[in-house]
C-alpha cells in the first residue's frame, strides 16, 4: 500500500511517522508544508502524478482555534481551500483520501454523545472552516474518509497536555474550566486506528465518523490527571468558562458516539487514562 502524509510534521502526522515501521510492506511518503504545500493545487497535481498513491492521509490544518477569529482568511486557505485542493487531486488520481475534522462543527447544546448526523452548528471562525472542508470533500472526492476527533494529544507538537506542565511548572496556581465535557484523544491511538483501517478494509464512497479516547471528563479533570501522572505540583482552580474568556467560544459538550466506527472496523479504543499514562512516560523519557 502506497501512502501520501501531508502536514507530517504536526502532532497528529508525527505520530503516523512514528508508527510506519509498524506497516513494513507499505509505502510511506511524508510531507510538511517544505515539500508539498496544500494549498498550491498544481503542486500537488505534479507530485502525485504517476506515483500511484492508494490513500492520501491529510494531516495539515490551521489548528489556532484563537487565533482564527482574527486570521479567517488563512484558516480558510487551509481548512476549506487546501480540502478542495486534495479533493479534487485524489479524485483525478483515484486516491482515497483520509481527512481529520473536529468536535468544535457542533455547538455543543446537545445531551449526551453526538452521532456523526446530528446537526453542526459551529460556534467558532475555526469550527466553520472545518464544516466547510468536510463539505468540500463530500463534494468532490468519490472515496474519502472523514474522522472527527476531539481534544488531540500527542508527545509531539503544541497540545494541552504539555501546555498543563509547562505552566504547571511556571506558577502555583493554574484555572482550568470544568463546564467543557469531552473526552481526550492520544493523537497515537487515533494514526493506529487510521492505519489499520485502510489497511484492512475497502474505503468506497465518502465515509464520515467520530474517534476519541474512552470515557467522558472535563478540562479541569484532565488537568488534574495530567498534574499527577507528571508528577508536577501546582493548585488547579475549577472555573466556569464565562470566567475565563477566550477569543473562540467552545462547545461545552463535546463527546462523540463512537459506536459507528467501532461496529463498522471492529475497533478496541483505549481508555482516555491509560493513553495519557503512555504519552506522559514518552514526555518523562
Ligand atoms: N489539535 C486538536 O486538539 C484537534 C482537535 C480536533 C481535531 N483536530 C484536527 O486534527 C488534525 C490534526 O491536528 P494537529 O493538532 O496534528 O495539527 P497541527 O499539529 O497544527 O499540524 C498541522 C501541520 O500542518 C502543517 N501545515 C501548515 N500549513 C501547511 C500547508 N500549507 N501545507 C502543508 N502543511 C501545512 C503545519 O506546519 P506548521 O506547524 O509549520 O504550520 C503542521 O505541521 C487537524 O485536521 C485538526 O483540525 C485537532
Redesign the pocket.
Known amino acids: 500500500v502506497k501512502i501520501l502524509i ?9 505520530e503516523f511517522r512514528q508508527l510506519a515501521n509498524e506497516w513494513p510492506d507499505s509505502e510511506f511518503v511524508f ?3 517544505e515539500e ?5 493545487i498544481g503542486l500537488l497535481h505534479g507530485f502525485v502524478a504517476n506515483k500511484q498513491f492508494d490513500f492520501l492521509i ?7 482555534v484563537d487565533k482564527a477569529e482574527d486570521e479567517s482568511e488563512i484558516a480558510y ?3 476549506v481551500q ?1 480540502c478542495e485542493n486534495l479533493a479534487l487531486v485524489c479524485k483525478k488520481n483515484n486516491i482515497v483520501l483520509v ?6 462543527i457542533f455547538d455543543g447544546k446537545k445531551t449526551g454523545a453526538y452521532i456523526e448526523t446530528d446537526p453542526p452548528a459551529p460556534l467558532s471562525a ?1 469550527g466553520k472552516t ?1 464544516l466547510l472542508g468536510e463539505d468540500m470533500l463530500r463534494k468532490n472526492c468519490n472515496n474519502s474518509l472523514i474522522i ?7 508527545a ?5 497536555v504539555k501546555t498543563i506542565i509547562k505552566k504547571a511548572s511556571e506558577n502555583n496556581q493554574l484555572q482550568v474550566v470544568f463546564d467543557q465535557i469531552g473526552t481526550p ?1 492520544y ?1 497515537a491511538d487515533l494514526a493506529y486506528a487510521v492505519l489499520n483501517i485502510i489497511h484492512q478494509y475497502k474505503i468506497s464512497g465518502n465515509k464520515l465518523y467520530h474517534f476519541s479516547n474512552e470515557g467522558a471528563i472535563s478540562w479541569y479533570d484532565f488537568a488534574m490527571a495530567i498534574l499527577e501522572l507528571s508528577d508536577t505540583k501546582c493548585d488547579i482552580s475549577p472555573v466556569l468558562s464565562v470566567d475565563y474568556p477566550v477569543k473562540a467560544v467552545r462547545p461545552a459538550n463535546s463527546l462523540f458516539d463512537k459506536s459507528k466506527i467501532i461496529n463498522d472496523f471492529q475497533l478496541t479504543i483505549p481508555y482516555w487514562r491509560h493513553s495519557l499514562e503512555k504519552c506522559i512516560n514518552l514526555l518523562k523519557k
Open positions: 501531508t502536514g507530517a510534521n504536526g502532532q497528529l502526522g508525527s510531507t510538511d508544508i508539498l504545500d496544500v494549498t498550491r491529510n494531516c495539515s490544518a490551521y489548528t489556532a486557505m487551509l481548512n487546501a481527512h481529520f475534522s473536529t468536535d468544535f475555526y472545518k472527527r476527533t476531539s481534544w488531540l494529544f500527542s509531539f507538537g503544541n497540545n494541552f484523544t493523537a
